[in-house]
């Protein structure tokens, strides 16, 4: 009896943990397809510009080059994250976010990239709809160089 009661408690959990809604705050409720300019800041670098040109990226500023559209798919990937935390404060040095290691434009919408939290080693970022917690590889955006399309003609 013990055994079916114990079965049944295991089964409910299961239903509940694959029928739960999907869950989350999503940063932004645009489309990574419909953006047409980047603006990328690194601390202490010159910012990078992109402009998309058909269905392809060029690099317009600091310098005039093809973009890797796959390093560009990746910035634009931060448009689709989610969090399971919005945060409420105003101290943004608290965040890390006073002074942000990265700032994103992607069209007029601004993401900024603080610290990492200690404890759940993911990192604050700000966007017009709040302060979330996300994994840190959205703010592994490419420099200059890891964004310009090599010579040989590959993207």
């Known amino acids: 009896m013990r055994n079916w009661i114990l079965l049944a408690v295991v089964a409910a959990l299961a239903v ?6 999907d869950a989350g705050f999503r940063l932004s409720d645009a489309d990574p397809g ?6 990328i800041e690194h601390m202490g670098s ?31 990937s931060i ?11 105003r101290e943004l040095s ?26 759940t080693q993911q990192q604050y970022v700000m966007t017009g709809k709040g302060i ?7 703010a592994l955006i490419p420099g200059i160089s890891d964004l310009e399309a090599d010579h040989a003609g590959t993207s």
């Open 79 to 89: 448009l689709n994250a989610k969090s399971d935390q919005r945060i409420e404060g």
């Open 46 to 76: 010159p910012a990078i510009m992109l402009k998309k040109a058909g269905n392809d990226w060029e690099i317009t500023s600091p310098i005039k080059a093809r973009a890797k559209q796959e390093a560009v798919e990746g910035i634009l």
């Open 34 to 39: 419909g953006v047409s300019q980047i603006r």
């Open 132 to 138: 979330y917690l996300v994994s840190p590889k959205y």
């Open 16 to 21: 509940f943990i694959f029928s739960k809604p």
């Open 94 to 119: 608290r965040f890390g976010l006073d002074v942000p290691v990265v700032s994103l434009l992607l069209d007029a919408e601004k993401f900024d990239f603080g610290m990492i939290n200690p404890l």
